[in-house]
């Protein structure tokens, strides 16, 4: 006859097994270098933040080892005073700015910074750039960011890189449909912030101890963040979905109209904040004693090497081009006096020059965010333009 274990015996029997098993999961998971860390954690100010010393793999698009400083940016570590005999410059913007994709040796902040170094208008300063780029950050979360992170850090140039797919839709409650992120809106000709997202119970879910505690176990452990990854998918997916069944032609995450002008007055007035939103980054950061220039980046569609892919994607619009958010800021620009570089037109002519895709990686060309070939572009662009700027002595 065969002895039965008592059931306490049984249950630490099953236990020890589960738990041997998970950790030799977790161990084969960290042999082979599997990892999908929680990057972000929110707070007050902006809603969001990258998370202050969070490590890991980014293979969602691209692929970069990334490290998160201890002030929570995708950057090494900067002093809050500058040193002395140094140009500094603070990088605000989205995903492109935060630049996941690419290490951060190969991102546009640091060619800007390298070519820099041989600006006839720098010799014998040091220059620091910044990077206080944030995921899905809209125009108004890049005002808030400055002022609570950016301009303690003194900067002498502050570059606010406009996202033209994502940037005005990010900036109206009506067009985004997200209650957890900060607005601005006009109260007559004023323009005035709204956090109501504070008050959100999801939003004050996320900011508990259990919540945050969480967070740090999924960075902490290869399995949860297997299980996050398979979340993060899902809902992606859904997203998608839902953005095709609104009949969108135009990439996950981007926005048709922004490359037309305002068919109705929810556009306009999404125009009308994202513009005073500049106008007054514009305003505060002359107030610190910095210069202020806006770059307008570049989508995919717009940037194709093919003039005949980008000509059918104009046609399904019904405009000449997808020149028209670049155009807009270098009006605005010229009204507030501020300078503005869009990479739009230099994109496309090198583009097609090289017969090179500047988004997108592997199979997924023109598509996304900007690969190696687009960052270091971009990056002698602006330092180009940031060296004349310089040169000159104008705004």
Avoid at 139 to 158: C, F, I, K, S
């Amino acid at each position: 006859m065969i002895a039965v274990k008592p059931w306490p015996a049984r249950l630490l029997l099953i236990a020890t097994s589960i738990a041997f098993a998970l950790v030799i999961i977790e161990v084969g998971l960290r042999i082979a270098g599997f990892s999908n860390p929680y990057f972000y954690t929110f707070e007050d100010e902006t809603g969001w933040m990258l998370r202050p010393n969070a490590a890991g793999w980014f293979r969602k698009e691209g692929g970069a080892y990334v490290r998160i400083n201890s002030a929570g940016m995708r950057d090494r570590e900067h002093t809050l005073a500058k040193p002395a005999n140094t140009y500094r410059i603070a990088i605000l913007g989205d995903s492109f700015a935060e630049a996941l994709q690419v290490p951060s040796e190969q991102t546009f902040w640091h060619v800007l910074e390298d070519r820099l170094a041989s600006c006839p208008a720098l010799a014998g300063r040091k220059v620091e750039v910044l990077n206080f780029g944030v995921g899905n950050y809209g125009t108004a979360q890049e005002l808030l960011a400055m002022r609570a992170r950016a301009l303690a850090y003194a900067p002498d140039l502050v570059i606010l890189t406009f996202t033209p797919a994502n940037d005005v839709r990010n900036n109206s409650r009506l067009l985004e449909r997200d209650e957890l992120r900060p607005y601005f809106v006009y109260s007559g000709d004023q323009l005035i912030p709204d956090l109501s997202f504070r008050d959100a119970p999801s939003f004050r879910q996320k900011r508990t101890r259990v919540s945050e505690t969480l967070y740090a176990a999924i960075n902490h452990s290869r399995l949860l963040q297997v299980l996050n990854a398979v979340k993060e998918a899902s809902q992606t997916r859904r997203s998608a979905a839902q953005q095709a069944a609104q009949g969108h032609t135009a990439e996950f995450g981007a926005e048709d109209q922004t490359f037309v002008p305002p068919p109705d007055e929810v556009w306009t007035e999404a125009w009308r904040v994202t513009e005073g939103i500049l106008a007054q980054m514009n305003r505060e950061a002359s107030a610190y004693g910095a210069r202020f220039l806006v770059v307008s980046l570049t989508y995919g569609a717009q940037v194709n090497p093919d003039p005949r892919a980008r000509a059918a994607y104009a046609r399904c619009l019904g405009v000449p081009d997808l020149l028209y958010p670049g155009q807009r800021l270098e009006a605005l620009g010229v009204r507030e006096n501020f300078p503005v570089l869009d990479l739009a037109p230099r994109f496309q002519a090198e583009a097609e020059r090289r017969g090179t895709s500047l988004h997108g990686f592997g199979k997924q060309l023109n598509l996304g965010h900007w690969n190696q070939t687009g960052h270091l572009l971009a990056g002698e662009l602006i330092a180009q333009r940031v060296c004349g700027l310089l040169q000159s002595g104008n705004q």
